[in-house]
């Protein structure tokens, strides 16, 4: 593929030696993010904007996290493992948190720290920011990473309308170590490790859309975590309480679908689930739905729980949040529960860190800078998909012969791949080679062999 | 560039096709944001119209590095009073119509408002053909 200026990172990969390049995720990919190239999927790293869909679809297992390596926590003296409640979640509910937590501490970790415990502010920040701009009737919630990059790449004309707002785990990442550091901890003695349902928060610590500092020191993936406590739980009755135990039954369910809604007192609408959330988006765009207030966007199916790193099917994951939510019985809290928030200065230091300066758009869909180039770009587009046999076979390497079109025009592909077109000559040959690699048998082209 | 498509009577579900794809094309060619925004919202209200009040039709759509003029026409009834069709809220659309969310009256004054050019030709008994132009700069 052409080189070009890379704006994204990603910690999904490709494992070459799983890949048929059967095209599953290829065609799955909401942003047209997969090519197959040397009968192997390939991501363009500007494009994917880790929804995990590629990684959920895989039916060969080929498509991975890469993840921090866990010794990384002893380089800490102080070691906080930041938990988010869909962890929880995974659990079976005859295991108390306590005894979960107690694992976490057995595996290395001197604190535990909920993240949900700082989502009344986050939802007050918003307040704050919504307040601030009179001039936007739609809001839509930032917590979901691949919602703000799906935004950056095939919506750009809505990165204003995105509430410029860093992630719940940053606040309580910039919260920990504060206290800490009262405690009298110094900076780089603490390591804070974030425990990611997905792909798309690794990317939002590691390439992140603000370049304001971050708190997190690594990412721990949740199935992996899981797996290790789990075994532990098994044979222990140990007990150890995270540092800030005493989340709502509101905090409990904020990473469900509506889940930060409910935390919003004003007009707000709940979307989660990719085909949802493109469709949403796609009727913002057109002003063909009037969505007044907050929306809050999941990219997964049933919000987090839906994560492609969570390993317990999402409505069972569901369920058990809700009934441990139930088990609260108190869901209100008095806001500002923190003597830490009553101070003006610590709020308006604290409000700077999580402020993102700024959401920039970066369109997957333009052709050439100049206008006239485009043009023409646009209409050889057009010409070579009247020509393409519209069947989206994909035997190309493209998602779709409307793909395939755009990347010739690109020039990242040549149109004798596509094997409708051009059968029967050596340069079809060469290019299905190229796409397909060793596992095309080689044949022999002569002029008379058009069979 | 030059894009055609047909409208189908009646056809509500199919509504919004070339309006997606003059966006997708819009996308492509870079054209600000904004700008996308009126054109579509326009195009979809014509061909909305020519849906609703008409026999189906066609749409024309020039590109060139400065505009978009979008020419949608069809064969129907004809307008007989345009100033009237014209005002926020006016609306002659079918119970029918009404039933699939449209027919608040605001599709006309809509096109206005988004597009930088507008002709309305219109003979009762024949059809009508409405023209708009954005602007990209
Ligand atoms: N293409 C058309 N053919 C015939 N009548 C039309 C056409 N477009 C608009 N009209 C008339 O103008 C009226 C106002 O149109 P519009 O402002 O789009 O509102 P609406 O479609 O909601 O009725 C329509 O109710 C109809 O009487
Ligand atoms: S993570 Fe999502 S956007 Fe990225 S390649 Fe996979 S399917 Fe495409
Ligand atoms: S919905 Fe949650 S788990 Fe899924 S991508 Fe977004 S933040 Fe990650
Ligand atoms: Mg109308």
């Given at each position: 593929?052409?080189?070009?200026?890379?704006?994204?990172?990603?910690?999904?990969?490709?494992?070459?030696?799983?890949?048929?390049?059967?095209?599953?995720?290829?065609?799955?990919?909401p942003?047209?993010?997969?090519?197959?190239?040397?009968?192997?999927?390939?991501?363009?790293?500007?494009?994917?904007?880790?929804?995990?869909?590629?990684?959920?679809?895989?039916?060969?297992?080929?498509?991975?996290?890469?993840?921090?390596?866990?010794?990384?926590?002893?380089?800490?003296?102080?070691?906080?493992?930041?938990?988010?409640?869909?962890?929880?979640?995974?659990?079976?509910?005859?295991?108390k948190?306590?005894?979960?937590?107690a694992?976490?501490?057995?595996?290395?970790?001197?604190?535990?720290?909920?993240?949900?415990?700082?989502?009344?502010?986050?939802?007050?920040?918003?307040?704050?920011?919504?307040?601030?701009?009179?001039?936007?009737?739609?809001f839509?919630?930032?917590?979901?990473?691949?919602?703000?990059?799906?935004?950056?790449?095939?919506?750009?004309?809505?990165?204003?309308?995105?509430?410029?707002?860093?992630?719940?785990?940053?606040?309580?990442?910039?919260?920990?170590?504060?206290?800490?550091?009262?405690?009298?901890?110094?900076r780089?003695?603490?390591?804070?490790?974030?425990?990611?349902?997905?792909?798309?928060k690794?990317?939002?610590?590691?390439?992140?859309v603000?370049?304001?500092?971050?708190?997190?020191?690594?990412?721990i993936?949740?199935?992996?975590l899981?797996?290790?406590?789990?075994?532990?739980?098994?044979?222990?009755?140990?007990?150890?309480?995270?540092?800030?135990?005493?989340?709502?039954?509101?905090?409990?369910?904020?990473?469900?679908?509506?889940?930060e809604?409910?935390?919003?007192?004003?007009?707000?609408?709940?979307?989660?689930?990719?085909?949802?959330?493109?469709?949403?988006?796609?009727?913002?765009?057109?002003?063909a739905?009037?969505?007044?207030?907050?929306?809050?966007?999941?990219?997964?199916?049933?919000?987090?729980?839906?994560?492609?790193?969570?390993?317990?099917?999402?409505?069972?994951?569901?369920?058990?949040?809700?009934?441990?939510?139930?088990?609260?019985?108190?869901?209100?809290?008095?806001?500002?529960?923190?003597?830490?928030?009553?101070?003006?200065?610590?709020?308006?230091?604290?409000?700077?860190?999580?402020?993102?300066?700024?959401?920039?758009?970066?369109?997957?869909?333009?052709?050439?800078?100049?206008?006239?180039?485009?043009?023409?770009?646009?209409?050889?587009?057009?010409?070579?998909?009247?020509?393409?046999?519209?069947?989206?076979?994909?035997?190309?390497?493209?998602?779709?012969?409307?793909?395939?079109?755009?990347?010739?025009?690109?020039?990242?592909?040549?149109?004798?791949?596509?094997?409708?077109?051009?059968?029967?000559?050596?340069?079809?040959?060469?290019?299905?080679r190229?796409?397909?690699?060793?596992?095309?048998?080689?044949?022999?082209?002569?002029?008379?062999?058009?069979? | 560039?030059?894009?055609?498509?047909?409208?189908?009577?009646?056809?509500?579900?199919?509504?919004?096709?070339?309006?997606?794809?003059?966006?997708?094309?819009?996308?492509?060619?870079?054209?600000?944001?904004?700008?996308?925004?009126?054109?579509?919202?326009?195009?979809?209200?014509?061909?909305?119209n020519?849906?609703?009040?008409?026999?189906?039709?066609?749409?024309?759509?020039?590109?060139?590095?400065?505009?978009?003029?979008?020419?949608?026409?069809?064969?129907?009834?004809?307008?007989?009073?345009?100033?009237?069709?014209?005002?926020?809220?006016?609306?002659?659309?079918?119970?029918?119509?009404?039933?699939?969310?449209?027919?608040?009256?605001?599709?006309?004054?809509?096109?206005?408002?988004n597009?930088?050019?507008?002709?309305?030709?219109?003979?009762?008994?024949?059809?009508?053909?409405?023209?708009?132009?954005?602007?990209?700069?």
């Amino acid at each position: 593929m052409a080189a070009q200026e890379t704006f994204f990172g990603h910690s999904l990969k490709v494992d070459k030696t799983r890949c048929l390049g059967c095209t599953t995720c290829m065609r799955s990919c909401p942003t047209g993010a997969i090519r197959i190239r040397g009968g192997k999927a390939v991501m363009n790293d500007n494009k994917c904007v880790d929804c995990g869909n590629c990684m959920k679809v895989c039916p060969h297992k080929a498509i991975y996290i890469q993840q921090d390596d866990f010794a990384l926590i002893h380089n800490y003296e102080y070691r906080v493992c930041l938990v988010p409640t869909t962890f929880i979640g995974q659990f079976e509910e005859k295991f108390k948190t306590r005894e979960i937590y107690a694992c976490l501490k057995k595996l290395g970790f001197t604190h535990i720290y909920e993240v949900e415990h700082e989502v009344e502010y986050i939802v007050e920040l918003y307040n704050k920011y919504i307040a601030k701009h009179p001039e936007i009737r739609t809001f839509i919630s930032p917590y979901c990473p691949a919602v703000i990059r799906l935004i950056q790449v095939r919506f750009p004309s809505l990165v204003d309308n995105i509430i410029k707002v860093r992630a719940p785990f940053e606040l309580a990442a910039h919260i920990m170590t504060n206290r800490l550091m009262d405690e009298g901890a110094k900076r780089e003695d603490i390591g804070v490790f974030y425990v990611t349902p997905c792909a798309a928060k690794i990317a939002a610590v590691k390439y992140p859309v603000s370049n304001k500092e971050t708190r997190i020191n690594g990412v721990i993936n949740m199935d992996f975590l899981f797996n290790k406590v789990q075994l532990m739980l098994r044979g222990s009755n140990n007990n150890a309480e995270a540092i800030n135990h005493s989340l709502t039954s509101r905090d409990i369910l904020w990473p469900l679908p509506g889940g930060e809604a409910s935390l919003f007192n004003g007009s707000h609408y709940a979307v989660d689930g990719l085909q949802n959330v493109l469709n949403f988006l796609e009727r913002l765009e057109d002003e063909a739905v009037d969505a007044q207030g907050l929306v809050e966007m999941r990219i997964c199916d049933q919000g987090c729980v839906g994560g492609v790193l969570a390993t317990n099917n999402r409505f069972v994951a569901r369920k058990r949040l809700e009934d441990r939510a139930h088990l609260l019985d108190k869901p209100d809290r008095p806001l500002n529960r923190y003597t830490r928030y009553n101070n003006p200065d610590f709020c308006k230091w604290i409000d700077e860190q999580m402020e993102i300066d700024e959401i920039t758009p970066h369109s997957i869909y333009k052709l050439d800078d100049n206008f006239a180039e485009a043009i023409k770009m646009a209409e050889r587009m057009k010409k070579i998909e009247k020509a393409l046999p519209g069947v989206n076979c994909s035997a190309c390497g493209a998602p779709s012969c409307a793909a395939l079109a755009e990347d010739i025009v690109r020039g990242d592909a040549d149109i004798s791949s596509c094997m409708f077109i051009n059968r029967h000559t050596q340069a079809s040959e060469d290019a299905i080679r190229d796409i397909w690699g060793d596992r095309i048998k080689t044949r022999t082209i002569t002029n008379d062999n058009n069979e | 560039m030059h894009y055609t498509f047909e409208i189908e009577r009646g056809n509500f579900t199919d509504a919004g096709q070339a309006s997606s794809s003059v966006k997708r094309t819009l996308k492509h060619l870079g054209v600000a944001p904004a700008n996308i925004k009126r054109t579509v919202v326009a195009l979809f209200e014509a061909e909305i119209n020519a849906i609703a009040h008409a026999y189906g039709g066609t749409i024309d759509v020039d590109i060139d590095d400065e505009k978009i003029v979008m020419v949608v026409a069809d064969t129907g009834p004809g307008i007989p009073n345009l100033d009237l069709a014209m005002q926020e809220g006016w609306s002659t659309a079918s119970p029918e119509v009404r039933e699939m969310g449209y027919g608040a009256g605001m599709g006309l004054p809509n096109i206005k408002k988004n597009t930088d050019d507008l002709k309305i030709e219109s003979t009762v008994g024949v059809g009508t053909t409405v023209t708009m132009t954005v602007f990209f700069a």
